[in-house]
């Protein structure tokens, strides 16, 4: 059977299960942890708009005065201001104020000890109130941040709204902004939303009153990978009280066994000082085939209010050779790389882990061993699975196009630099430390000075380099900063925004020679999930090669300008896959590659794009913003897995289309040695593997469908092992005219979930395969259609894929009416 994308391979299930394994031995050593850190997901309350005060968060209601005004709705953590209205066609997404409120029950155990609010990321401004007192503040949506409670929570513990209003709960009140502010970052200009709300995880932890702010462990190993070293320090907070304090560390290996450790005592004091340094001999090294993690044990103090702190760290060497490729521990490793937004159907920037697993696990099931978080710090378990899943890391702050500010929003970058090099230091997985992106990009201010970008740019490397002088600093696209950071990618867009994608390897030999470091992230195209193509590759007719291959202001609008193929070409699936097909059979003959990395992983919401197929998103990933996989998924797995695997191209194309016994293309993506391709029960032969054979590596062939139904199988060996895949379609030869009429009909139920499909017809009957017309679904009575998701079969606007479009709803029998309209055509009514 074919390998689906949540089928792991079976070595890493085993490591997964193992890793699982040992956190759970982990949290059962020490159970004490588990009672300090408290996720704080329910009992909350928000509105979307401003308070005139925190009072109106925490004033009295009941008999008499049962006024809630406005009115508060229930959510969980984390949660999103923009979760639906970012994909909403009809409205701008709302950026402004929003305000939480929950209730607390503290109760610290620790004497004397602290109460802390950990935030994992907020958007974009935030304040924080116990009762009707500031407690803290932040800015800046996506690096970490903490605010001590102690106080405040004494304070109103005495007080009589204690017992009485709250009964002995302590009200937690929290306002987030995400208004627009051009003395901030991101800016508002760029190709995402800047999203509002606590939508990343916030945390309660008690911490004895001795206590680590920071533990930074740093790994080194040799290029031969025999000598190893870890250096560990401690950073303890401004409140610490000075004096001598005993501590213990402890080294375990991948496997649970402990390896070294050291007992002494420490001169507590305010700042970072030394804890201690291990030298070990061949260490298991770090890589993405091989993830191996020691794990690092702190104790400091003794007894009951003991602090105690366990850290992941892996050794490996990294080297971006001048002129050359990337070496992990001695050894050339292609970067196969993707991007990932922070973004998902129904929730925007609100993920919770077991999503953000999942899109990580899928990641490393489609072969990916790299990954550049664009364009902002992320969150801590995205970088924790790198770690364990064996992922290598660029991580960027969103500095990120409009220009530069004046010093505040200067002030905003280098602190944001400096709480992600510092917070993500112990994660073996990162490799780069992102400067920024797109700084060529004008707009916010009236001043564009390159000069004046030059010198920030130069500020925050030193900073960069002083912080971690281990790791590379990089930015894509700014080509005047290009000699300041390590590592540099240009703009290069072959076949998509510029040129033809026969061009790339031409361009990128190009670019490469101009800089000390190579590395290209950011290609590939756009695609609407379920458009297919008989002609993809028309568009590139119309382009005249040799022109560059890069992207310049206006080349994403869909109108005006020079001919591209993101304005001219069918945005189909069966383009896309070609595109990327292109340029990874390319990689494999590139010896001085560093690595590529494909933009992005997934589809995500954007405000720049309203034209798109699905209004306000950027459909350049090769999953949909629910974890749909595209075609293109399976191309990737093709080259980059190990894991044997077949896909038949065309598993969403319910109906091809052609002249009678004309011969058609049939492509299957694999990484087996040769495959043997069935069509309605006929062998057409087997045909070998070979990279350099486009399309789909040599596995493709020309075969005659019949007229109506048509099975087609392939079975495909590697050495002993046999996997195989099949699709069922229909096969028209039917020739159409325009879209005269449009039907609606139910196709399923399941789950509790009505799908209806709308499809167009010309005027004699014959439904319009390469129709592309703009359809809007709509409800009346009981029921709610599953709209506003970002996704081709969750969207009411939407443009049709070859002649049809569906929608999911929740229908009541009897008394639900969906419709559908086209410009141009008349409506259509489906009584449910």
């Given at each position: 059977?074919?390998?689906?994308?949540?089928?792991?391979?079976?070595?890493?299930?085993?490591?997964?299960?193992?890793?699982?394994?040992?956190?759970?031995?982990?949290?059962?050593?020490?159970?004490?942890?588990?009672?300090?850190?408290?996720?704080?997901?329910?009992?909350?309350?928000?509105?979307?708009?401003?308070?005139?005060?925190?009072?109106?968060?925490?004033?009295?209601?009941?008999?008499?005065?049962?006024?809630?005004?406005?009115?508060?709705?229930?959510?969980?953590?984390?949660?999103?201001?923009?979760?639906?209205?970012?994909?909403?066609?009809?409205?701008?997404?709302?950026?402004?104020?929003?305000?939480?409120?929950?209730?607390?029950?503290?109760?610290?155990?620790?004497?004397?000890?602290?109460?802390?609010?950990?935030?994992?990321?907020?958007?974009?401004?935030?304040?924080?109130?116990?009762?009707?007192?500031?407690?803290?503040?932040?800015?800046?949506?996506?690096?970490?941040?903490?605010?001590?409670?102690?106080?405040?929570?004494?304070?109103?513990?005495?007080?009589?709204?204690?017992?009485?209003?709250?009964?002995?709960?302590?009200?937690?009140?929290?306002?987030?902004?995400?208004?627009?502010?051009?003395?901030?970052?991101?800016?508002?200009?760029?190709?995402?939303?800047?999203?509002?709300?606590?939508?990343?995880?916030?945390?309660?932890?008690?911490?004895?009153?001795?206590?680590?702010?920071?533990?930074?462990?740093?790994?080194?190993?040799?290029?031969?990978?025999?000598?190893?070293?870890?250096?560990?320090?401690?950073?303890?907070?401004?409140?610490?009280?000075?004096?001598?304090?005993?501590?213990?560390?402890?080294?375990?290996?991948?496997?649970?066994?402990?390896?070294?450790?050291?007992?002494?005592?420490?001169?507590?004091?305010?700042?970072?000082?030394?804890?201690?340094?291990?030298?070990?001999?061949?260490?298991?090294?770090?890589?993405?085939?091989?993830?191996?993690?020691?794990?690092?044990?702190?104790?400091?103090?003794?007894?009951?209010?003991?602090?105690?702190?366990?850290?992941?760290?892996?050794?490996?060497?990294?080297?971006?050779?001048?002129?050359?490729?990337?070496?992990?521990?001695?050894?050339?490793?292609?970067?196969?790389?993707?991007?990932?937004?922070?973004?998902?159907?129904?929730?925007?920037?609100?993920?919770?882990?077991?999503?953000?697993?999942?899109?990580?696990?899928?990641?490393?099931?489609?072969?990916?061993?790299?990954?550049?978080?664009?364009?902002?710090?992320?969150?801590?378990?995205?970088?924790?699975?790198?770690?364990?899943?064996?992922?290598?890391?660029?991580?960027?702050?969103?500095?990120?196009?409009?220009?530069?500010?004046?010093?505040?929003?200067?002030?905003?970058?280098?602190?944001?630099?400096?709480?992600?090099?510092?917070?993500?230091?112990?994660?073996?997985?990162?490799?780069?430390?992102?400067?920024?992106?797109?700084?060529?990009?004008?707009?916010?201010?009236?001043?564009?000075?390159?000069?004046?970008?030059?010198?920030?740019?130069?500020?925050?490397?030193?900073?960069?380099?002083?912080?971690?002088?281990?790791?590379?600093?990089?930015?894509?696209?700014?080509?005047?900063?290009?000699?300041?950071?390590?590592?540099?990618?240009?703009?290069?867009?072959?076949?998509?925004?510029?040129?033809?994608?026969?061009?790339?390897?031409?361009?990128?030999?190009?670019?490469?020679?101009?800089?000390?470091?190579?590395?290209?992230?950011?290609?590939?195209?756009?695609?609407?999930?379920?458009?297919?193509?008989?002609?993809?590759?028309?568009?590139?007719?119309?382009?005249?090669?040799?022109?560059?291959?890069?992207?310049?202001?206006?080349?994403?609008?869909?109108?005006?300008?020079?001919?591209?193929?993101?304005?001219?070409?069918?945005?189909?699936?069966?383009?896309?896959?070609?595109?990327?097909?292109?340029?990874?059979?390319?990689?494999?003959?590139?010896?001085?590659?560093?690595?590529?990395?494909?933009?992005?992983?997934?589809?995500?919401?954007?405000?720049?794009?309203?034209?798109?197929?699905?209004?306000?998103?950027?459909?350049?990933?090769?999953?949909?913003?629910?974890?749909?996989?595209?075609?293109?998924?399976?191309?990737?797995?093709?080259?980059?897995?190990?894991?044997?695997?077949?896909?038949?191209?065309?598993?969403?194309?319910?109906?091809?289309?052609?002249?009678?016994?004309?011969?058609?293309?049939?492509?299957?993506?694999?990484?087996?040695?040769?495959?043997?391709?069935?069509?309605?029960?006929?062998?057409?032969?087997v045909r070998k593997r070979n990279s350099q054979d486009f399309p789909a590596a040599g596995l493709h062939w020309n075969v005659p469908f019949v007229a109506g139904q048509n099975q087609v199988r392939v079975v495909a060996k590697q050495g002993k092992q046999?996997?195989?895949?099949?699709?069922?379609?229909?096969?028209?030869?039917?020739?159409?005219?325009?879209?005269?009429?449009?039907?609606?009909?139910?196709?399923?139920?399941?789950?509790?979930?009505?799908?209806?499909?709308?499809?167009?017809?010309?005027?004699?009957?014959?439904?319009?395969?390469?129709?592309?017309?703009?359809?809007?679904?709509?409800?009346?009575?009981?029921?709610?259609?599953?709209?506003?998701?970002?996704?081709?079969?969750?969207?009411?606007?939407?443009?049709?894929?070859?002649?049809?479009?569906?929608?999911?709803?929740?229908?009541?029998?009897?008394?639900?009416?969906?419709?559908?309209?086209?410009?141009?055509?008349?409506?259509?009514?489906?009584?449910?």
């Amino acid at each position: 059977m074919k390998q689906k994308p949540h089928d792991l391979p079976t070595a890493t299930l085993c490591k997964m299960l193992l890793a699982l394994a040992w956190l759970v031995l982990l949290a059962c050593a020490h159970p004490a942890r588990a009672q300090r850190r408290q996720r704080l997901i329910t009992d909350w309350e928000f509105v979307r708009q401003d308070l005139g005060g925190v009072w109106e968060a925490v004033r009295p209601v009941g008999p008499g005065n049962p006024e809630s005004v406005p009115l508060w709705e229930r959510v969980a953590l984390p949660h999103c201001f923009n979760a639906r209205d970012a994909v909403d066609p009809a409205v701008n997404y709302y950026q402004g104020p929003g305000w939480y409120r929950t209730q607390l029950a503290v109760q610290n155990p620790y004497a004397q000890g602290r109460t802390l609010l950990h935030f994992e990321g907020a958007g974009q401004k935030t304040d924080v109130y116990i009762y009707t007192t500031k407690v803290g503040s932040h800015v800046g949506g996506y690096d970490e941040w903490t605010v001590d409670i102690t106080e405040a929570v004494a304070n109103f513990q005495k007080t009589e709204a204690y017992q009485k209003q709250f009964q002995g709960r302590v009200p937690l009140s929290i306002r987030c902004d995400n208004s627009r502010d051009l003395e901030m970052i991101p800016s508002d200009l760029s190709d995402f939303n800047v999203y509002g709300g606590l939508y990343r995880y916030l945390n309660l932890e008690y911490q004895p009153a001795l206590a680590l702010s920071r533990l930074s462990a740093k790994a080194e190993v040799d290029k031969a990978g025999k000598a190893g070293t870890l250096t560990l320090k401690a950073t303890f907070s401004e409140t610490i009280a000075a004096g001598p304090a005993p501590y213990s560390v402890r080294l375990l290996d991948p496997r649970g066994k402990p390896v070294a450790q050291f007992k002494g005592t420490i001169a507590t004091q305010a700042g970072e000082i030394n804890l201690h340094k291990f030298t070990v001999k061949s260490p298991r090294l770090w890589s993405p085939d091989v993830p191996q993690l020691y794990t690092v044990q702190v104790t400091v103090g003794t007894g009951a209010q003991a602090y105690e702190q366990s850290e992941k760290v892996g050794f490996r060497h990294i080297e971006f050779v001048e002129r050359g490729p990337f070496m992990l521990n001695g050894q050339r490793l292609l970067l196969r790389g993707t991007h990932r937004h922070e973004d998902h159907a129904g929730v925007a920037a609100a993920m919770t882990e077991p999503m953000i697993r999942r899109e990580m696990t899928m990641m490393k099931q489609m072969g990916v061993n790299f990954i550049r978080l664009g364009h902002y710090q992320q969150s801590r378990i995205v970088l924790n699975l790198c770690d364990s899943l064996g992922i290598t890391v660029w991580e960027e702050i969103p500095w990120c196009r409009g220009g530069l500010g004046g010093p505040v929003y200067q002030a905003q970058a280098k602190r944001m630099l400096r709480n992600m090099i510092t917070q993500h230091y112990n994660h073996p997985s990162i490799i780069i430390w992102g400067l920024g992106n797109e700084n060529d990009w004008p707009g916010d201010f009236p001043e564009f000075d390159k000069q004046k970008i030059r010198a920030f740019m130069t500020e925050l490397n030193d900073l960069s380099h002083q912080l971690d002088a281990s790791r590379y600093t990089a930015i894509r696209r700014c080509d005047f900063c290009k000699d300041i950071v390590d590592v540099y990618s240009p703009s290069i867009w072959a076949g998509w925004y510029r040129g033809i994608y026969t061009e790339y390897k031409e361009a990128s030999r190009k670019e490469f020679e101009g800089v000390k470091r190579f590395l290209h992230v950011e290609w590939g195209g756009d695609s609407h999930a379920g458009r297919h193509s008989e002609n993809p590759d028309n568009a590139l007719a119309k382009i005249t090669a040799g022109k560059g291959a890069d992207e310049r202001s206006g080349d994403a609008s869909l109108f005006g300008g020079s001919a591209r193929v993101s304005k001219d070409g069918d945005w189909s699936e069966t383009y896309l896959c070609n595109l990327v097909d292109w340029h990874l059979k390319e990689q494999e003959t590139m010896p001085w590659l560093s690595g590529a990395a494909y933009w992005p992983f997934k589809d995500f919401s954007t405000p720049v794009r309203p034209d798109n197929p699905v209004p306000y998103m950027n459909q350049k990933g090769v999953v949909e913003r629910d974890f749909t996989p595209k075609e293109a998924y399976y191309v990737f797995q093709s080259y980059w897995t190990a894991q044997p695997m077949a896909h038949i191209y065309g598993h969403g194309w319910p109906v091809r289309w052609g002249d009678e016994g004309e011969l058609k293309m049939v492509k299957v993506y694999s990484n087996c040695l040769e495959a043997e391709l069935f069509v309605n029960g006929k062998s057409y032969g087997v045909r070998k593997r070979n990279s350099q054979d486009f399309p789909a590596a040599g596995l493709h062939w020309n075969v005659p469908f019949v007229a109506g139904q048509n099975q087609v199988r392939v079975v495909a060996k590697q050495g002993k092992q046999t996997v195989q895949d099949d699709i069922s379609f229909r096969y028209q030869t039917q020739k159409w005219g325009k879209p005269a009429k449009l039907t609606l009909e139910k196709t399923a139920d399941a789950q509790g979930l009505t799908t209806v499909e709308a499809k167009l017809y010309d005027a004699q009957g014959v439904q319009c395969l390469d129709a592309a017309s703009w359809l809007e679904f709509s409800l009346a009575g009981a029921g709610q259609l599953l709209d506003d998701l970002g996704t081709s079969s969750g969207s009411r606007k939407v443009q049709a894929y070859n002649g049809r479009a569906i929608i999911r709803l929740q229908a009541t029998p009897g008394q639900t009416t969906v419709a559908v309209q086209s410009p141009g055509l008349p409506a259509v009514l489906l009584a449910l």
